[in-house]
């Protein structure tokens, strides 16, 4: 059977700020691919790397460098706000549950609100989102308190983790070895057909693969 649209899976964890730059960009122009299908899921990037026997980049000295240098530039050609956080890394098993939480049981719109809030919290104010009173402050323009707080619990309860970890296995099954991945489908080809494409800085190749408009990643005159 083939696939009636294109879509997109994207495989992100708040640890990476290399996800958090290509969440922001992503979100910039995909209202202009109507005709694409979305869908961000939560994986934990320690155990794709422990899975593929891969290493964070922040492990190597010359790279961690190159990869703070690197974000501060892009922040400054794309306008969008980056601040290394002062702690990292920091475990993130629980926001990326609360996320989980929040995919199945939220409105799509509501649970990529709350990604965005997230990521702000990391990588704009740097704060530990490990912290459940940092989550807690962080949704909550989104969220009643008690509907926070009803997250929080259900990131503990056994169905939210097993498809926290179901997600993860998920994307080893299919070949990620980091974040951000995206998972790209063609619509008219048979639905089992999938495409892997890696990182933050691809957007350009997607678009010219699934035939789509690309504006560019530059809103504003780089100062570098």
């Known amino acids: ?21 290509g969440f922001k960009l992503f979100n ?12 961000f899921k939560p994986i934990l990037l320690g155990g794709i790397m422990n899975a593929v026997k891969n290493q964070p980049l922040f492990n190597f ?16 050609v794309t306008g969008v706000p980056f601040k290394f956080p002062t702690q990292f890394p920091v475990n993130t ?17 509501k649970y990529e609100q709350c990604i965005d809030k997230l990521f702000d919290e990391y990588f704009v104010h740097s704060r530990n989102i ?28 056994p169905e939210i983790k097993q498809a926290f970890k179901e997600y993860t296995d998920e994307a080893v099954a299919r070949g990620v070895f980091g974040a951000p991945t995206f998972i790209i489908k063609k619509a008219g080809e048979p639905a089992d057909k999938e495409y892997l494409f890696f990182g933050s800085d ?15 990643l530059i809103q504003q005159s780089p100062k570098l």
């Open 1 to 21: 059977m083939a696939a009636t649209r294109a879509s997109i899976i994207c495989y992100y964890d708040l640890i990476s700020p290399y996800t958090y730059m």
């Open 28 to 39: 910039r122009f995909r209202k202009q691919w109507p005709g694409v299908d979305v869908t």
């Open 61 to 76: 000295p010359s790279k961690r460098d190159h990869m703070v240098a690197d974000l501060d530039r892009i922040s400054v």
């Open 93 to 109: 098993v629980l926001p990326m549950r609360v996320l989980t939480a929040l995919q199945l049981h939220e409105a799509t719109e």
């Open 130 to 157: 490990s912290q459940p009173e940092v989550i807690q402050a962080a949704l909550t323009p989104l969220l009643d308190a008690s509907k926070i707080q009803s997250y929080l619990q259900l990131a503990s309860q």
């Open 202 to 216: 691809r957007f350009e190749m997607i678009a010219a693969f699934l035939g789509l408009p690309y504006p560019g």
